[in-house]
């Protein structure tokens, strides 16, 4: 759309407010140098960073924040050739992801973002540290559900759950998110440690300097830790051999398809049954499910 004219269109000044009110509402960024940054990002994808700067220079009351030399904005004799530039910035297309938008009151550097998807489970195996409302993962437990699922290090930060920001998060907040969600899918948006060139991403550095002296055993997981033996799965006279942790079972009706789990799962942990380790026997033709150390079968399908 091509909201830039010799007039300042409504159609310019209605998309210029949405997108200032957007900035304005952004969890991720507390300080004003922040928001400056999510509001170019923003105008970027939008093609609307030259309707910004066109008010910019067309608005005196505005201009009066800049120095009249020095400023770009305010020289008339810079101004222009910017603003002509900036129509050229506007037909190009961008696609900033904006929810990687934590650490821009830091810096214009951004940090690897990754999505953690689980299963529910009573508990994650996470071990969380506060710090300046940031949530950091200081360690994680053994055979957990999240060490099972080998995304998470350790170092890493929890940026979201379930669509929720942990931005400037207070002491329990992911705790009492999750209490919320209990029994349900859990989506988690990590800010990874480590950056594209295999080094620490540099604005974590303080926050990791404050960690290391508060916990002195803190180490950043380079990696994932390697499965023993008997927790990988095993190919075993043709078929498939897992060793798992039966939690119980729950009648869900005749139908079986994916959309049950969202029910079934809860009621199951809903009934704290003690759990069982077990074999979880795929052959050709049937699965078997046995104790691990009786080798009693519990069912088989």
Known sequence: RDCVNNNFSTCSRTLLSMMIEKTSSCEKVLTAQGRGRYFLRLALNG???????????????????YDPIASILSNEEFSEPFFSMMLVVTEMNFS???????FLDESWQLPICQ???TVPCRELGMVLR?????????????????????VVLVGDVIDEINGSSLRNA?????????????GKP????????????????????????VLRGKIPSFQLQHEHRPKEENEERSLQGGRLLYNLWYLGQANVGKYGGKD?????????LDKHLPQQEILFDVKETEVIVQHKTTSKVLFRY
Request: proline share 5%.
């Open 96 to 102: 900033l992801d904006l929810q990687n938008s934590s």
């Open 47 to 65: 093609k609307l960073l030259a309707v910004a700067v066109q008010q910019l220079i067309r608005t005196p009351r505005l201009l009066e924040c």
């Open 130 to 150: 506060y710090l300046n409302g940031r949530i950091f993962i200081i360690g994680v437990l053994p055979k957990s559900q999240a060490e099972v699922d080998e």
């Open 115 to 117: 999505t953690y998807e």
């Open 186 to 209: 859990l989506s988690f948006r990590l800010i990874r440690w480590k950056w594209h060139d295999g080094g620490m991403f540099k604005p974590l550095l303080p926050y990791l300097k």
């Open 260 to 268: 049950i789990l969202d029910i079934g799962i809860p009621m199951v």
């Open 170 to 182: 207070f002491n329990g907040q992911a705790g009492s998110v999750l209490q919320k969600l209990k």
